[in-house]
C-alpha cells in the first residue's frame, strides 16, 4: 500500500491534477448510489473501471515471475522509523513493525492507484449502501481465504474492524470512532454502522485500511503482543525469514486465493521481497554499490549531484532515471511543538521560521534541486493562491474575531531571503517579533518574564540533518535562541514523536488526491492533539480549523472540496505551526538494470515492489541471473 517513494509526492497544480484523467472513460455511479450492489466508490461517483473490468491498467498479466526485490525502505516512510523493527505486530502503538507488513493481509477493498480516490471490492464481492447513509453492507468472496485454507468469514471482517476500533493504533482506530458496530448478518454478509456523524467519505478511509484478521488465530494469541511470529493473515505476501534490526524477506503465496481476480491480477511478480536495514544512510548506499540491495531512492540531493560516479554505473550496469512524483498533495516540514509553554505565541513561532534560509541552503547543500514549499499542500490544487475567494470568504468571515487579519489578505507566503545565509532583513524582522512576544535580551540570549531563556532542540535520527541544520542553528543562535541538534537512535525518535517529547522534529506525509476529513483529523483537529501516536505534532488546536473539517464532511463536489480546504491552508498558514521545508518534482531512482516495469507509472502511487518484474535477459547480461 505504501512504498518509499510514495511518502514524497510532486503537488500539481489545480485542475491538471484531477484532468489528468478526464480523457478515461469514466462511469458515473450517481455519486455512489443507496440500495445498489456496487463494485467500487469514489468520493464523487466517478469510477474508471467498470463491473466487469479484467485487471487494473497499470498491471502487468503476462509479466514474467520470479526474482528478488532487495531494497533499504525509505528514511520517509510515513514518518515510520525504517531504520530497525522489534516486531511484526503492526496493529497496534506499542513497538516497531517493518514496512510491507500491510502487503500480507487482505482488505475488503484496495485502492486503484491511477485514480485520485476510486476504492474496488476485493474480499468483498459487492458493497450496498443504506438510503441513510449510515451503513455499509459488504457481500464477501467465497474464494476467500487465509494462508492456512480456512475460509474469510463475515465473523472475521466484524473482529477485525471492531478489535481495531478498541485497541488499534490510533492511525487505524481513529477513522472507525463513528462506527457503532460490525454486525454479521449471514456467514458471507457484514455490515459496518456507523452512528450518523460520519461523513459520507468516511469508507473511502476504512473500506482499504483495515487488514482483515482471523478470528481463530486471535482466540489463541493476544491481539495488542510485541512478537516476532507472523499473525495468520491472507493476503499476496507472507513473512519467510527474518533478524529483528537488521533484515526480513517477504515470500509471495504460490496459492494466493485471489492473484487471478481483477484486482490482484498482474501484480506481485518478484518471489521475494528482502528489506535490509541499516542505521546510517551511507552504509545502506555501500550496499548498493556493492549489489546486495538492487533498487535505491535517493532522497539526498548532494549524493545524487556528486556521488552516484561508482565502477558499476560507469560500465552501465547500475542505472539512473527520474520518475515523475504523483499527482497527490503531499507535505514536508518541521513540526512547532505548541504544547510547550515556550513555543505557544504564534509570534515566536514565525520569528523561528524567518530564521531558515532555504536559498542559501538550496544552492549550497542542495545543489539547487528544490523549490521552497509554502504551505502543506504547495503546489496542488488545494494550496491557497492570492486573494480569498467569495466562496473561501463565506466559510472564513463568521470566524473573523478568532483568526488573524492576514488570513483575508493574499496568502502568506515564506520569506524568500537574498541567499547569503545572514539576510540582516530576516533577522531583523525576527527580533522585533519576538520582542512583541514578551523575549528580551540578557547576556545575548532571549529570556521571558521570568528569565527563562528560549531554546530550541532539533529532534533527527540521521547524521545528514546535522548538516542541513548547521546553518538554520547559527541564524537562531543571531537573534538570541540557543539552538541545538540532537541526534538520537530510531527506537527513541519514533517513541519521542509518539509522545510529542520534543521542540521541532521533521516529517514528511502525503494526503490523498481527494483528501477527506477523517485522514486529515489526525493532522489538524484539536481532538488529535493530545493523542500519543497521531500525527498532529505541533498540538494543534484550533476552534476554527475544528469547524472547516466538519465542513469538509459535507461538500458535494471537488470544486467544495477545493474551497474548503483553500480556507483551511489560509488558517494554517498564519499560525505558523508548521514551518513549510521543500520539495522535488522527480523521484530519483538508481537500479541495478535487472528490471521491467509498464509505462507510464500510475499516476497516484509508486509502489515498485508490487508492479515491477525481474527480467532474467537483463540480469544474465550483468551478472545478476
Known amino acids: 500500500m505504501v512504498f518509499g517513494p510514495f511518502t514524497r509526492r510532486q503537488f500539481m497544480a489545480g485542475a491538471a491534477a484531477f484532468g489528468a484523467n478526464a480523457a478515461l472513460t469514466h462511469i458515473s455511479l450517481a455519486a455512489n448510489p443507496t440500495g445498489t450492489k456496487l463494485h467500487g466508490l469514489s468520493s464523487f461517483g466517478d469510477l474508471k473501471y467498470g463491473p466487469d473490468y479484467k485487471h487494473f491498467d497499470y498491471a502487468q498479466p503476462d509479466a514474467p515471475q520470479g526474482g528478488t526485490f532487495a531494497f533499504n525502505p525509505s528514511y520517509w516512510y510515513f514518518n515510520q522509523n525504517a531504520q530497525t523493527f522489534n516486531t511484526l505486530n503492526s496493529f497496534v502503538l506499542r513497538g516497531e513493525a517493518p514496512p510491507r507488513m500491510e502487503l500480507c493481509f487482505d482488505y475488503l477493498m484496495v485502492w486503484a492507484i491511477d485514480e485520485p480516490d476510486a476504492l474496488y471490492c476485493a474480499v468483498a464481492k459487492s458493497v450496498e449502501i443504506s438510503e441513510d447513509r449510515n451503513t455499509y453492507r459488504f457481500t464477501l ?99 519467510d525469514r527474518l533478524k529483528a534490526g537488521t533484515f526480513v524477506e517477504y515470500a509471495k503465496v504460490k496459492d494466493y486465493w485471489a492473484k487471478n481476480l481483477p484486482f490482484a491480477k498482474g501484480l506481485n511478480h518478484f518471489d521475494r521481497l528482502r528489506i535490509d536495514f541499516y542505521r546510517e544512510r551511507t552504509a545502506a548506499f555501500e550496499a548498493f554499490k556493492k549489489g546486495n540491495i538492487n533498487w535505491r531512492e535517493e532522497f539526498t540531493s548532494k549524493v545524487w549531484a556528486t556521488e552516484y560516479d561508482f ?52 544552492e549550497n547543500l542542495f545543489h539547487g534541486a528544490y523549490t521552497r514549499s509554502q504551505t502543506l499542500f504547495a503546489s496542488s490544487p488545494f494550496e491557497a493562491i492570492g486573494e480569498p475567494s467569495p466562496e473561501e470568504l463565506k466559510l472564513l468571515e463568521p470566524f473573523r474575531d478568532q483568526i488573524a487579519t492576514n488570513v483575508f489578505e493574499p496568502a502568506f507566503q515564506q520569506h524568500a531571503s537574498d541567499g547569503s545565509g545572514n539576510d540582516r532583513k530576516a533577522l531583523r524582522k525576527a527580533t522585533k517579533l519576538l520582542n512583541q512576544a514578551g523575549w528580551t535580551r540578557q547576556n545575548g540570549k532571549l529570556v521571558d518574564a521570568k528569565g527563562e531563556p528560549l531554546t530550541i532542540e532539533f529532534l533527527i535520527r540521521s547524521p545528514i540533518f546535522e548538516r542541513i541544520l548547521a546553518k538554520y542553528v547559527e541564524n537562531l543562535g543571531k537573534v538570541g535562541i540557543a539552538a541545538s541538534i540532537n541526534l538520537v537512535d530510531p527506537s527513541q525518535f519514533q517513541s519521542r514523536i509518539e509522545e510529542f517529547d520534543f521542540d521541532i522534529m521533521a516529517i514528511a506525509h502525503s494526503f490523498g488526491a481527494s483528501p477527506t476529513a477523517e485522514s486529515m483529523r489526525q493532522f489538524l483537529h484539536s481532538d488529535s492533539a493530545s493523542r500519543e501516536g497521531s500525527f498532529n505534532y505541533p498540538g494543534i488546536q484550533s476552534p476554527v480549523l475544528d469547524a472547516l473539517l466538519d465542513r469538509m464532511d459535507k461538500v458535494a463536489n471537488r470544486e467544495e472540496l477545493t474551497t474548503v480546504l483553500h480556507a483551511m491552508d489560509r488558517v494554517l498558514r498564519s499560525l505558523h505551526l508548521w514551518i513549510p521545508n521543500w520539495y522535488a518534482a522527480n523521484h530519483r531512482v538508481a537500479y541495478w538494470d535487472m528490471f521491467g516495469w509498464k509505462d507510464p507509472k500510475p499516476d497516484y502511487q509508486f509502489p515498485v515492489e508490487t508492479i515491477w518484474w525481474f527480467d532474467i535477459e537483463k540480469a544474465r547480461a550483468i551478472g545478476k541471473a
Open 311 to 362: 565502477p558499476a554505473i560507469n560500465d552501465g550496469r547500475v542505472k539512473l532515471q527520474l520518475f515523475s512524483e504523483e499527482l497527490r498533495p503531499s507535505m514536508q516540514g518541521w513540526a512547532v511543538n505548541s504544547r510547550k509553554q515556550k513555543f505557544a505565541n504564534p509570534l515566536t513561532r514565525e520569528a523561528i521560521g524567518l530564521c531558515f534560509d532555504f536559498e542559501w541552503t538550496n
Open 141 to 239: 468472496r467465497e474464494e476467500a481465504r487465509f494462508h492456512d485454507g480456512n475460509p474469510v468469514s463475515a465473523e472475521d471482517v466484524a473482529f477485525s474492524y471492531s478489535t481495531i476500533a478498541e485497541k488499534g493504533h490510533p492511525h487505524l482506530s481513529q477513522p472507525l470512532r463513528y462506527l457503532n458496530e460490525a454486525v454479521v448478518i449471514a456467514d458471507d454478509v457484514v455490515e459496518l454502522r456507523f452512528n450518523g456523524k460520519q461523513s459520507d467519505r468516511v469508507i473511502l478511509t476504512v473500506a482499504n485500511s483495515v487488514p482483515i484478521l482471523s478470528t481463530a488465530y486471535y482466540s489463541n494469541h493476544e491481539f495488542d503482543a510485541t512478537t516476532l511470529t507472523m499473525p495468520l493473515a491472507s493476503g499476496p505476501w507472507r513473512i
